[in-house]
Each structure stands twice: as C-alpha cells, then as structure tokens.
C-alpha cells in the first residue's frame, strides 16, 4: 500500500498544479476510495502483492500513466498563470 501511495502521489500532484485547486485531486481520491472495493470483489486468488489494485497490477499501471504524463507534460507548471 505504501509503494501504491508513493506512486499515485505524482498523479495527484499533477491534477492539483493543472486544475489550481485541491478540489480536482480530492474528487480523484474519492473516486479511488469507492472504486476500490470493486477490486477486492472481482479478484480472486492470488496474494495482496500480485492481484488487486495495490498490487503488481496496480504498480504497474500508475507506473505507465506517471510515464505518459512525464512524457506528454514534463513541466506543468508551464503554463499555468500564477496571480
């Protein structure tokens, strides 16, 4: 769970620096939350570490979005006007 958190953190990071508010990550947090169990009720076998989304599966896929973002924004702050 913690590797997952420290993953998802830059995804978060990024949806507050380009929506200039909390409130887009804290909608994203949420929809995390109650998508969550649907996970644990599809998924069976396996252990915590190679099944689910805090998982391997999990690991990988926010590896792949935090590479597309970096790739596709490597600065996001360009842009954005500060008042």
Do not use: E, Q
């Amino acid at each position: 769970m913690t590797i997952w958190c420290m993953l998802l953190a830059p995804i978060f990071s990024y949806v507050r620096v380009k929506a200039r508010s909390v409130i887009a990550a804290a909608i994203i947090h949420g929809l995390l939350n109650a998508t969550y169990g649907l996970s644990i009720v599809l998924v069976r076998g396996g252990s915590d570490l190679t099944t689910g989304v805090t998982g391997l599966p999990g690991f990988l896929v926010l590896a792949v979005v935090i590479l597309i973002l970096w790739r596709h924004d490597s600065d996001p702050a360009r842009g954005v006007i500060r008042s």
